[in-house]
Each structure stands twice: as structure tokens, then as C-alpha cells.
């Protein structure tokens, strides 16, 4: 398994790989790799010769009042994951080369970013798809694996490769949970036993709603539930899984989305009616 910290090295290998013949997989993180993640890299495995792991926390997605400076980060422990889970290469870029001394081109995407994290955390998809659009073009990957756990992140960035003519494919894989049914984030090492077992809340939610229901109703029955376990309700949404437009009445393949604060760490959630 390869290293690399200098976009270019890495931008250079790719290329040699692709004139190989050699079909490229990318899987994006932001690190402190959990089971969640690995599962994306097997998955990368299964449908690529060479798999690049991407582990960058990235300034330009994170608000002043975030959390950039204490997200996690285990560089060694990142490294030996990667590689038990079959990954080729591991980028470790810093935040100096991936954004030069004045860095002025951003991507926005300006529909389905607009509503939910997008609303209450501003620039945050900018951000994202910045560095995902430069890891797309450092990487020369064919295909790109995200997990549904960031459901409008995957979203935003199907849209900005349908858009903006990306020769690649986006593969979304299913959330990966802790036994207990808490989604699996790199964030709920901020929890303690407590909030943990609060949290569990917002998996029950999201599995609430079914096809058919109105959803003014049940959205007010989960938030109060939510509120009832001791958590801070960000949003609760109902919508229609393509467009993240609200369903007045949910239907089938509409997205439940939720986030909601367990004490200062903001936890996000969601299911697919089935």
C-alpha cells in the first residue's frame, strides 16, 4: 500500500495506473476510520483494481463555530485500517497543498444544498464540493463510494457530477451501525455512555414514519420524541428522496432525515421508506 501527500505524486500515480489499464475506486474521508468506512473501501475493492483512500478533515466544510479543530484524527491508526480493509493508496494531503496561498475557486451547488445541513450550516456544501471535485481530479477515479449515512452530501455530489459532465459513478452504500442501532460516525467518540444510549432516539425516529402517512403528523411525533430523550432537535424532515423536496404525505422512497444536538455533538440520521 502506497502513501501520499503531495496532490501532484498522487495525481502522477493515478495516471500511470489508469494508462495500466487499471480501473480506479476513490473513497473520500475525513479519517478516524471506523467499520463504517471500511466498509466502503471492500466495497471499492469488489469493483476496482486500485482503491485510493482519501483522509483530509477539510477547512472550507467546516463554520467558524465548528468543530475543525477537535475532529478526531488517528493518522497511524487511519494507515493500518486502510490496509487490512485492501486499500492500494492512502492520501494524506494538509490543508497548505490543498489549498494554495490564495485559493479563489469554489463550487457551489445551488438546489438540493439549499435546505436541511445546507441551511443550517452555511458554505458547508461549498466546501464539500470543492475538495471532492479535486480528489475526483487527483484520483482520475472511475468510480467514487460515499455512504448514505450523509444522505444530502451524496446527493449534492450525484448532482454535481451529473452537471458538471464527471466521466465517474457514484456508489452510495448503506449505513453501518453499532449494535446497539446508533449510525456509526467518527463524531460519536464525543459521546459518553449517556448520551449514547439518548442517541438511540434518533435511529427509532427515522424508522417511524411509513408510506402513506401525513407528514405534519408524524414529523411532530418524532420531534417530540426526540425532544423527550433529552436530545435538541436540529431538524426532523420528511422528502421525497431524488429532489429533498418535503412530501406533504410520505410515499415510497421518500427520505427521513434527522439531526439533533446530544448535548454540544450534532448527530445526524436517516432511513429510505421502504
Same mark, same amino acid.
Given at each position: 500500500?502506497k ?5 501532484a505524486i498522487?495525481q502522477k ?5 489508469k494508462?495500466?489499464g487499471n ?5 473520500p474521508t475525513?479519517?478516524?476510520l471506523?467499520?463504517?468506512h ?7 475493492k469488489k469493483r ?17 463555530n465548528?468543530?475543525y ?14 490496509r ?8 494524506f494531503?494538509?490543508?497548505? @497543498?490543498?489549498? #494554495? ?5 469554489? !463550487?457551489?451547488e %445551488?438546489?438540493?444544498? $439549499?435546505g436541511?445541513?445546507g441551511?443550517r ?8 464540493c470543492?475538495?471532492?471535485?479535486k ?12 455512504g448514505?449515512k450523509d ?5 449534492v ?7 458538471? @459532465?464527471?466521466d #465517474? ?5 448503506? !449505513?453501518v451501525? %453499532?449494535?446497539?442501532? $446508533?449510525a ?21 425516529a ?10 405534519a ?7 417530540a420524541?426526540?425532544e ?9 424532515e420528511?422528502v ?9 404525505k ?11 444536538f ?6 445526524i ?6
Amino acid at each position: 500500500m502506497k502513501k501520499f501527500t503531495d496532490p501532484a505524486i498522487l495525481q502522477k500515480w493515478c495516471a500511470n495506473q489508469k494508462k495500466k489499464g487499471n480501473k480506479i475506486a476513490l473513497v473520500p474521508t475525513m479519517g478516524y476510520l471506523h467499520e463504517g468506512h471500511l466498509s466502503l473501501i471492500r466495497e471499492a475493492k469488489k469493483r476496482a483494481d486500485i482503491v485510493v483512500v482519501s483522509v483530509f478533515v477539510n477547512p472550507v466544510q467546516f463554520g467558524p463555530n465548528e468543530d475543525y479543530d477537535k475532529y478526531p484524527r488517528d493518522e497511524k491508526a487511519d494507515w493500518k485500517k486502510c490496509r487490512e480493509a485492501g486499500a492500494s493508496a492512502v492520501f494524506f494531503p494538509t490543508k497548505e @497543498n490543498m489549498y #494554495l496561498d490564495r485559493h479563489s475557486v469554489y !463550487i457551489n451547488e %445551488e438546489d438540493l444544498s $439549499l435546505g436541511l445541513c445546507g441551511a443550517r450550516r452555511p458554505g458547508h456544501f461549498r466546501g464539500v464540493c470543492t475538495v471532492v471535485a479535486k480528489l475526483f481530479n487527483l484520483s482520475h477515479c472511475d468510480i467514487a463510494i460515499f455512504g448514505q449515512k450523509d444522505y444530502q452530501q451524496a446527493q449534492v455530489i450525484k448532482r454535481m457530477v451529473r452537471d458538471l @459532465n464527471f466521466d #465517474l459513478e457514484i456508489v452510495v452504500m448503506p !449505513i453501518v451501525r %453499532e449494535k446497539s442501532g $446508533l449510525a456509526m460516525s467518527s463524531r460519536n467518540t464525543y459521546l459518553d455512555e449517556d448520551m449514547r444510549k439518548k442517541a438511540l432516539v434518533l435511529s427509532e425516529a427515522v424508522r417511524t414514519p411509513k408510506a402513506g402517512d401525513k407528514t405534519a403528523v408524524i414529523s411532530k411525533k418524532c420531534i417530540a420524541k426526540i425532544e423527550k430523550a433529552g436530545l435538541k432537535i436540529d431538524y426532523f424532515e420528511c422528502v421525497d428522496g431524488a429532489t429533498l423536496v418535503r412530501s406533504a404525505k410520505i410515499k415510497k422512497g421518500d427520505a427521513i432525515l434527522v439531526a439533533a444536538f446530544a448535548g454540544k455533538t450534532r448527530l445526524i440520521d436517516n432511513s429510505i421508506v421502504k
